[in-house]
């Protein structure tokens, strides 16, 4: 009796250190997410401009966690390679600041996205690395970094143009957000520390040939594809929600609130989404996420009032959790073990690297000849081409050890 319970506690204490690694995870991917973009409109870039950026930062994902995840596998433990993205993130982020050109912002935005890109993919490794000790949820553990995301939004609320604890004449700057980023990073690096470690057999050859065999796999590629397509489409909306929603008169102070609004959705999806994908299974799971972006991307290309803005933004819930979840799942049932970090870092190149720096373009150019709407309608039916594409994968379940 004892033992369970020394046991019980063990695993309350690894789940709550991960949990809390994923909120200071997400808070700062909260402010470049909202606010960035935003930054780079009031610096007088075309829309076009801020799409290159977007693919500029996506192109570093196609190189640099594949990089960082073979170190991580290597080493076998993510904690010091990811302890240093987060800090290498922090440290270059306010560069932004000092950028005023284009190609200035250019190269601050491959620095950045240099470090910034494998912090996620790495952090899902440890994470399901862990899972067994940690409770075995997935979900209920990655759902707190959703809490970072809406805590650093609506905090920031207070303190930006139009917020109550707005300063005097600080009119549109962002400075804020900038701080913010750095502070959060520098704690995360230092929580990680806390954080239980796995150490994984390394093996000394056969990491080429495992890898090999993966991309062989049919079933696999025909899933990079289909969330690659689907990343692409989802970009318009990543690139030009805040952009969007400035158009419509938002206030920088409510700016976040709709963001948060999605995320809260996603939260409230994931709490349930392990019975949900033992009930419906990864493929079904990840073609409702799917489709629930594509619709959120048509019904942003009309002029909708902002309570049915503030309503489609419930749609997060599909398009990121229930899509992610899946993928997550799908992932682990088909890479081994030894190449966890590794598999993470293909999605996050092939997918967020390869369909964000196709994705960004597309929205940017679309946006720029067109306007945002037309973006959004384009890309509402690119989305729905990625889920024609994922009704052709196979249900694949999780080895029992997993």
Known sequence: MRGDHSEWRTTTSAAKRLQAHYFLLFAPFAIATTYQNLHFKRLGFSNSQIGTLGAVGAILMVVSPPLWGYVADRLGDQRRPLALLLLASGATYPLFLLTRSFVAAAVAQVLFSCFYAPCIALTDALVLGQLEGAGGDYGRLRLWGSVGFICALLAFGLFLGGGPLAPRGAGASLTLTFVAFVAIRVANAAWLLLVP??????????????????????????????????????????????????????????????????????????????????????????????AGGALRLLLFSFALPL??????????????????????????????????????????????????????????????????????????FVAGAAVLLAAFLPERKPAPER
Do not use: N
């Open 197 to 290: 470690g796995e150490r994984v057999q390394v093996r000394p050859t056969g990491y080429r040939r495992d890898y090999g065999q993966l991309l062989r796999d049919r079933a696999f590629l025909l899933f990079l594809l289909s969330a690659l397509v689907s990343t692409a489409a989802l970009r318009a909306y990543y690139v030009f929600f805040s952009i969007y929603l400035d158009g419509l008169g938002v206030a920088d102070s409510l700016k976040g609130a709709f963001w948060s609004l999605g995320v809260a959705a996603e939260v409230v999806f994931m709490l349930f989404a392990g019975r949900v994908l033992r009930r419906i299974g990864m493929r079904r799971m990840l073609l409702l996420g799917m």
């Open 307 to 380: 309570g049915v803005v503030a309503l489609a933004q419930l749609l997060h819930a599909l398009a990121f959790a229930a899509v992610h979840i899946a993928a997550m799942a799908f992932i682990t049932a088909s890479v081994p073990d030894r190449l966890r970090a590794s598999g993470q870092a293909a999605y996050a190149a092939v997918v967020g690297g390869v369909g964000g720096t196709a994705g960004s373009r597309l929205a940017g150019d679309l946006s720029q000849g067109f306007g945002i709407p037309y973006a959004f309608r384009a890309c509402a």
